[in-house]
């Protein structure tokens, strides 16, 4: 895909949803944290229903930290993997209180040491909570990356560079959030709405539903 066709591509997904934002609920960089933590392999649908009732009670790691890991398996076993989750989150609150002042940080190294968090819960919370340009690529934005040939590569990461290297500054900031919302609800795995896609023409998709 050319220069003047991604700048279209992001132009026509600006102006279809010109405030774009995660479709998880929180009210702290904390609490955003932990949610991405537990939305790995289930939905954000699901993983909201169980923080609206886990946050009210314990919103802060010394308040999940004081429920305990069978506490909190309490509030969160409607999540798939919720055991091994519920061990990750209250070993990151330790480490979040010992070396952090129970804050969360903003750098990817420290983001990354945290238990249960990789390379894409880092750049969700750099980018929804800090406001850094990070491109977060799960599988609906790999998909798209190599689908629409917007930014293909056989890996995560590779698609990650690609769409660091080609999204223009200007909506760089806003870009995962289009994306992972093209893909939820339009350019989906099995059969992709086409005939609702604002950049249809612009897709590379050989395969294009009528």
């Not at 894409?120 to 850094?132: H, I, M, R």
């Not at 909506?171 to 992972?180: E, G, P, S, T, V």
């Amino acid at each position: 895909m050319n220069k003047a066709d991604v700048e279209q591509f992001f132009s026509r997904l600006r102006d279809a949803n010109p405030a774009p934002t995660t479709e998880l609920n929180y009210q702290t960089p904390f609490q955003l944290l932990i949610a991405v933590i537990l939305s790995a392999q289930a939905t954000d649908v699901g993983v909201n229903k169980a923080t609206a009732r886990l946050f009210p009670v314990a919103g802060t790691p010394q308040a999940i930290l004081a429920l305990g890991e069978e506490g909190l398996s309490e509030y969160i076993k409607t999540i798939g993997l919720y055991r091994t989750k519920a061990r990750n989150v209250i070993a990151t609150c330790q480490q979040l209180i010992e070396l952090h002042d129970g804050k969360v940080p903003a750098e990817r190294a420290a983001l990354e040491a945290l238990p249960g968090v990789g390379r894409k819960t880092a750049n969700v919370v750099l980018n929804t909570a800090f406001g850094q340009p990070t491109i977060a690529v799960d599988t609906h934005i790999f998909r798209l990356g190599n689908r629409t040939g917007l930014a293909p590569g056989k890996t995560v990461l590779a698609v990650e560079e690609k769409l660091l290297r080609v999204v223009p500054a200007a909506f760089k900031q806003d870009a995962h959030h289009w994306l992972i919302l093209h893909g939820r609800y339009v350019c989906k795995a099995r059969k992709p709405d086409c005939p609702a896609c604002v950049i249809r023409d612009l897709c590379r998709f050989r395969g294009k539903t009528l």
